[in-house]
């Protein structure tokens, strides 16, 4: 299927659900993210900084662009402009210099922020505790802030094709999603998002409640590390 197909498959899968998709382009060229938008995609996702500031550069300016890898605190700045979303917000640190730099770009919105939780039991992944992402909301630095606005949570489940564990690392981020929704959240309507579920398992995501997909090769095709 084409690209644009791709996306008017995910349009029809979506919309009798409040689940939107993120297409999440990396090591794809501009070319291959122009076909997407075109398809009337505005919603994008990058992982890494460099990546993401070369095709914001180079593509339309009203697309939405979420930052979905790892983020140093020292390259907050080169995207604390544009930025919709960050995603994978895993330190209070972080949040004080995406706070910082948003103040000091004198944004009219404030940047959109979610906290990464780890839901899966690679060592390898990012991410908070539950309990780590409450401590870092009971802050006075964390209340002090005025230039970022935390939207929801967001969580990478285990590589593998095991339903059950997919299952219940999904319903452990809703849970934390829950939870945090009320002690901190509640009567606020910006904190509403689940971003989980991939190429491999967004249905199952969906099903666990998931109101954002983050989807790559299930829409630009299988990726080419070696082009870069
Ligand atoms: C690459 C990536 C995705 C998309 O992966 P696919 O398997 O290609 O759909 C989703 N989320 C994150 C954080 C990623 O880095």
Redo the contacts with the bound molecule.
């Keep these: 299927m084409s690209i644009q197909e791709n996306i008017l498959y995910f349009d029809e899968q979506l919309r009798p659900t409040p689940c939107r998709l993120v297409a999440?382009t990396?090591t794809h060229p501009v070319e291959v993210i122009k076909e997407a938008y075109d398809a009337g995609h505005r919603l994008f996702g990058e992982?890494k900084v460099q990546e993401l500031v070369d095709k914001y550069a180079l593509l339309p300016h009203d697309i939405a662009w979420h930052l979905?890898?790892h983020l140093q605190t020292n390259k907050v700045k080169y995207i604390a402009e544009f930025i919709d979303t960050i995603q994978s917000v895993d330190s209070l640190k972080l949040l004080v210099e995406i706070n910082k730099r948003a103040e000091m770009y004198g944004r009219t919105l404030p940047i959109n922020c979610m906290l990464q939780i780890n839901i899966a039991d690679e060592v390898t992944k990012y991410g908070m505790t539950c309990e780590e992402a409450e401590a870092l909301l009971q802050t006075e630095e964390y209340r002090q802030m005025q230039y970022i606005r935390i939207t929801g949570v967001m969580g990478?489940a285990t590589n593998t094709d095991e339903e059950q564990k997919l299952r219940q690392e999904f319903q452990q981020l809703r849970h934390c999603f829950n939870r945090l929704k009320e002690t901190f959240f509640m009567g606020n309507d910006d904190f509403k998002e689940i971003s989980m579920g991939?190429?491999?398992d967004w249905r199952i995501a969906l099903e666990e409640g998931s109101t954002m997909i983050?989807?790559?090769?299930?829409i630009f095709g299988a990726r080419d590390y070696s082009r870069k």
């Design positions: 999440v990396k992982n979905i890898g990478i991939m190429t491999s983050r989807v790559g090769s299930g």
